[in-house]
């Protein structure tokens, strides 16, 4: 007897035999049982699942025939990739209405239907919406997008997932051992990763290394043949990106270049790799990566080391230069920039790590490094100093119009008209996370003060114009009040100014914002506004969200960077 590949041997002829729909399958068999026939069937899902195979097995279970549909002439089973004329579909609609010659019903399925034109299927509609009783439609399709909703409506439809990883090994060494192949476990775990969920794909892998090893699988050809990386390779250009080691990113690609692989491929399987390392941060239990034990072990070490965000930042980075790699005519340049901007990554600060620095003091000096930051002063022709000009605090406010908020309204609790009636949530400040401390009498001892309650808040208020306190008030001198009140109508925010205008000034103290009129020459020398297109580009930039999001601020103006 001639061989018989094992794609084709261990097709399933039975819903006992399909393998990861049990879903489609428990569907089924309650139809056949109930006797609820729909009039037609959608089997939607990725190549090598078991759409076509399912649906022969409900044809042959719908007239009750047992063993293979060859030869049944109440089954007609036709590729609409080569039946896809208008005249062929209308010829068939046309035999359709004759009765079965053997059973209960006349089946119909139609393999890759969305490769029929749209003339064909407006001809198939009319039979399709009014079948006569004995007719019934299977469709099976990789691309259900391209079926018309016309059709869509009037099926029942099913879709295919891919088969679960763990259900593919076991399959895999059902075959192995039924078909007297040696293979370990992690071969088999390898073939079925390069299945991807295919049940076809995988088997035909099987059954290829198979033949190249006269009926073994050895695990160091595995990956070879399979045309990926040792996943030792992963381990240690993801182990580099994260530790930012560019020399050992670059050396790695060179490696994957001398051994011939193909980069694109590679790049995906890498893409994998860092999946499962991110669910194993996650808190997955290392049985459940796609990953033999050995290297599932090295991944979780890697994992628990790496921490989540620094994973997720990896993985957000290199998906999004997936198209690229995959599209590009030098796959391994592009592959290796993408690993080395990723490498970067660990040298780049957080925002908010930035923030919270310029709020708090570096020493235990006196001055809060929240207050402004004194600038270098320029230098005249002769390469010497200028003066320092004098602090923003000691110059005669100009000319003004204020934004008050009363000591009335601070003890009684009331709302000023500019906040509205938003309340701040209770937790927003813990009333434990401040020791005591006494009156303060100075800008930045109330700086200092406000940054142990909200230090974004105080470095925000160390750049306006000047800071005084008076007549048990606080009065902050800017030109933009906009700006500074907007960021005081966050609840979080307004609560920790005036829980520290209570510690720091008494019972009662109040604020005001008092607008700063700016002189000709300076107004001339104001950015103009943005574009919109030019502003919504920046507003898309990681950096620029956070910072809008944790002031409540606008893009008013938008400078470009000054070179040292």
Not at 118 to 124: H, K, N, P, V
Not at 167 to 195: C, F, K, P, T
Not at 412 to 429: D, F, K, N, W, Y
Not at 441 to 446: I, V, W
């Amino acid at each position: 007897m001639s061989y018989q590949v094992l794609a084709r041997k261990w097709r399933p002829n039975t819903f006992d035999e399909v393998v990861g729909q049990a879903h489609v399958v428990r569907a089924l068999e309650n139809a056949l049982a109930e006797g609820r026939i729909a009039q037609a069937y959608l089997f939607s899902g990725i190549r090598g699942v078991g759409k076509t195979s399912v649906a022969r097995i409900l044809a042959r279970a719908l007239n009750g025939v047992a063993g293979s549909s060859e030869g049944e002439l109440d089954i007609l089973e036709i590729d609409a990739a080569t039946y896809s004329k208008v005249e062929q579909v209308r010829e068939l609609a046309e035999s359709l209405r004759y009765r079965p010659v053997h059973g209960k019903y006349k089946v119909v399925v139609l393999d890759e239907v969305h490769r029929l034109s749209r003339q064909a299927f407006d001809a198939l509609l009319k039979i399709v919406e009014e079948p006569p009783e004995h007719l019934v439609f299977i469709f099976a399709t990789t691309e259900v997008e391209q079926v018309p909703a016309t059709i869509l409506s009037r099926c029942q439809e099913f879709s295919f997932h891919r088969v679960p990883f763990a259900e593919l090994v076991a399959h895999l060494r059902a075959i192995a051992d039924a078909e007297s192949i040696e293979a370990s476990d992690n071969a088999l775990r390898l073939i079925a990763r390069a299945g991807e969920g295919s049940v076809r794909d995988a088997v035909a892998l099987l059954d290829q290394l198979a033949t190249f090893g006269s009926g073994a699988v050895p695990d160091e050809e595995a990956g070879r043949l399979l045309g990926g990386v040792d996943a030792a390779v992963h381990h240690r250009l993801l182990t580099a990106i994260l530790a930012g080691d560019g020399a050992t990113v670059s050396a790695t690609a060179a490696a994957i270049d001398s051994e011939g692989r193909d980069p694109r491929h590679v790049f995906g399987e890498f893409l994998r790799y860092c999946r499962d390392v991110l669910h194993l941060a996650l808190g997955a239990e290392p049985g459940h990566a796609e990953l033999p034990a050995e290297e599932a072990a090295a991944a979780t070490e890697l994992a628990r080391g790496a921490g989540y965000e620094s994973l997720l930042r990896v993985v957000h980075l290199l998906l999004g230069s997936e198209e690229t790699v995959r599209r590009s005519e030098v796959g391994l340049l592009a592959a290796e920039v993408a690993w080395l901007r990723a490498a970067e990554l660990p040298k780049l600060t957080a925002l908010e790590d930035l923030l919270s620095r310029a709020a708090t003091p570096a020493s235990g000096g006196a001055r809060s490094s929240a207050a402004p930051a004194k600038r270098s002063a320029p230098l005249d022709a002769a390469g010497d100093a200028d003066p320092e000009p004098e602090p923003a605090t000691d110059e005669a406010p100009r000319s003004v119009e204020t934004l008050q908020r009363s000591p009335e309204e601070v003890s009684s609790g009331e709302a000023s008209p500019q906040r509205g009636s938003e309340t701040a949530s209770p937790a927003a400040v813990d009333p434990g996370s401040a020791p005591p401390s006494g009156p303060v009498h100075t800008a930045d001892a109330f700086l200092e003060l406000l940054s142990r309650y909200r230090q974004p808040l105080a470095a925000h208020l160390s750049h306006a114009d000047a800071l005084r306190i008076e007549d048990n008030t606080l009065r902050v001198f800017t030109d933009d009040p906009a700006f500074l009140e907007r960021a005081l109508q966050r609840p979080a925010n307004r609560e920790a100014l005036e829980r520290a205008l209570g510690e720091g000034l008494g019972e009662g103290a109040g604020w005001e914002l008092v607008t700063a009129t700016r002189s000709p020459e300076e107004a001339a020398t104001e950015p103009e506004p943005a574009d919109e297109e030019e502003t919504a580009e920046v507003a898309g930039h990681p950096t620029v969200q956070a910072a809008l999001e944790l002031f409540g601020g606008t893009i008013e103006s938008i400078e470009p960077r000054e070179e040292p």
